[in-house]
């Protein structure tokens, strides 16, 4: 039976990876810092990383462990997680487990947006801590690469599911919508015209295992390609509740988006044979109904 090692298994993507490494008779190890996992531990602790894989010689390593706040404040632990983490996985492998097929995980982010959507081939950017470290992961990579491992890279724009935290704008509408209480309530939220994708997670860790399956492509877009605003994800939750938008949603006139649009190109993806199953209303009706 294959194995694999899922770094940063709590998070929504572990969640659903393991889902389908189990469906496909997988050997699973998940390692977090929180609880409940396999393994208790730090991917930045090269001690843990280099020992498990020594031991254990995955068919499949996944790093998905990070802090995907692009927060200054956060800038250690986006070091630690996504940048130590990568090399510790990288060396660790590159000593004891050459074979291992190696899954970094990426973001949109990573690239300069000017609101057409982004394809491999857009200018790199870091303009943020969390930008500066999923770069550095990329470039490890590659260097790593060089030196005979595989290793592949997904780009992964905003994807969601009922797994997502609260902090993210999705649940975050999703789960206020679900639970108000109070006529008088209001949820505040800055710019609603923001255009993002909405992509399914479990349709994101599809293409995860599609990639690392392969020996075409080693750098690949994982998104949707498809952007709605998020005020049509106020309008879609809404519209499932059988409430008025308009009644509950305040809007911060001082708020400084980011970005306007953030949305790829994921025609390298498609051309592996990847299509998405969940679409942008069906992830709603998950979300506001709380399952899988």
């Not at 291992?100 to 870091?126: H, R, T, Y």
């Not at 890279?153 to 209480?181: T, V, W």
Request: glycine fraction near 8%; aromatic fraction near 12%; hydrophobic fraction near 35%.
């Amino acid at each position: 039976m294959p194995k694999a090692i899922i770094f940063g298994s709590n998070g929504q993507d572990g969640y659903y990876l393991r889902k389908l490494l189990e469906a496909e008779k997988v050997e699973t190890f998940g390692v977090s810092r929180s609880i409940p996992a396999d393994i208790i531990g730090n991917v930045a602790d090269y001690d843990l990383v280099s020992g498990l894989i020594k031991k254990e010689k995955p068919d499949y390593i996944f790093h998905l462990a990070a802090n995907s706040s692009t927060r200054h404040e956060v800038l250690w632990d986006s070091h630690d997680a996504i940048g130590t983490g990568t090399l510790n996985i990288l060396e660790s492998a590159y000593k004891f487990s050459n074979q291992s097929k190696i899954f970094l995980s990426g973001s949109g982010l990573q690239f300069e947006n000017k609101n057409f959507p982004i394809n491999e081939d857009a200018p790199l950017v870091s303009t943020s801590p969390y930008g500066v470290a999923r770069n550095y992961s990329l470039h490890a990579g590659r260097y790593y690469r060089s030196l005979g491992l595989n290793v592949f890279f997904g780009f992964l724009f905003n994807h969601d599911s009922p797994k997502r935290g609260e902090r993210h704008m999705a649940q975050k509408i999703a789960s206020y919508c679900r639970n108000i209480n109070d006529q008088n309530e209001r949820l505040l939220i800055g710019n609603i015209d923001i255009r993002k994708e909405w992509t399914y997670a479990g349709d994101a860790v599809r293409a995860m295992w599609m990639l690392v399956n392969q020996k075409d492509e080693f750098e690949v877009i994982i998104g949707s390609g498809q952007d709605y605003s998020i005020k049509q994800w106020i309008e879609a939750c809404f519209m499932i509740a059988g409430r008025d938008w308009r009644q509950h949603i305040a809007i911060n006139s001082e708020f400084v988006p980011e970005y306007d649009t953030l949305v790829s190109n994921p025609k390298r993806l498609k051309n592996l044979g990847w299509q998405q199953q969940v679409d942008f209303y069906q992830l709603a009706e998950m979300m506001m109904n709380q399952t899988d």
